[in-house]
């Protein structure tokens, strides 16, 4: 099975300091991905990694920057964190496959609740 | 932007088929259906996907229609675990930006 490791599942933060989540999948997955979760907006794209040191925003990357040195490690970067940014952060990685094959599922983590006071 | 519309919440009973449906009016030619489960404290989980016709696996089916302006995700005699949220997404293959995966829809199933 697929394992995507968020590094904690919890993380209490100030306003203004720099935050890292961090994800590490074990599949040699090409494709990773970031997301936020909040109550009935559903999930956001906020960056996408589709190979090492390549990135691409998504809908909401206002804020956040990302960093993939690693194929297996993909970095969310909160630069300066603001309280709405609070919310449920979510990684996910996913194989590139042929198009015959349509889009590959993509694998998640359990999530990072962030809440910046 | 091909965007879903699906139920906020449905209710049913152990043993019960449900049927859940998405529109998306705004497919495009070279779009995927995907449907997606979601337990509380946990991501995402692939159930199943789609482009045309019937598709079935080991825990769902769907069943996209001629003009695939919608979908229809059927899961067979749900239990108590399947109370989840479920989102239904379409993308053109590799395009990650144009994933939309909405509010979804939440079932309750009762006992």
């Known amino acids: 099975d697929v394992k995507v490791t968020q590094s904690s599942r919890y993380l209490v933060k100030r306003t203004g300091e720099k935050v890292f989540l961090e994800c590490v999948q074990d599949?040699?997955?090409?494709?990773m991905f970031w997301y936020r979760q909040d109550p009935g907006l559903g999930l956001r794209l906020i960056y996408f990694?589709?190979?090492?040191?390549?990135?691409e925003k998504g809908d909401i990357p206002e804020g956040y920057s990302v960093s993939r040195e690693k194929k297996e490690r993909f970095s969310l970067i909160l630069e300066s964190a603001s309280t709405n940014q609070t919310s449920m952060y979510l990684c996910?990685?996913?194989?590139?496959?042929?198009?015959?094959?349509?889009?590959?599922?993509?694998?998640f983590g359990d999530g990072t609740r962030l809440s910046i006071l | 932007l091909a965007k879903t519309t699906q139920p906020i919440s449905m209710d049913s009973y152990e043993g019960q088929e449900v049927n859940i449906t998405c529109s998306h009016n705004n497919i495009a030619t070279n779009d995927y259906i995907t449907w997606y489960q979601q337990f509380p404290s946990q991501g995402p989980r692939f159930i199943i996907q789609g482009y045309k016709t019937k598709v079935t696996n080991e825990v769902a089916s769907l069943f996209i229609p001629a003009d695939r302006k919608s979908s229809t995700l059927s899961l067979p005699r749900v239990s108590l675990s399947d109370t989840a949220v479920y989102y239904c997404l379409v993308s053109l293959y590799g395009n990650f930006n144009k994933f939309y995966f909405g509010s979804g829809t939440k079932l309750n199933v009762k006992p």
């Open positions: 990694s589709y190979d090492v040191k390549m990135k």
């Open positions: 599949m040699d997955h090409e494709n």
């Open positions: 996910a990685s996913s194989y590139s496959g042929g198009r015959e094959d349509g889009n590959q599922p993509q694998h």
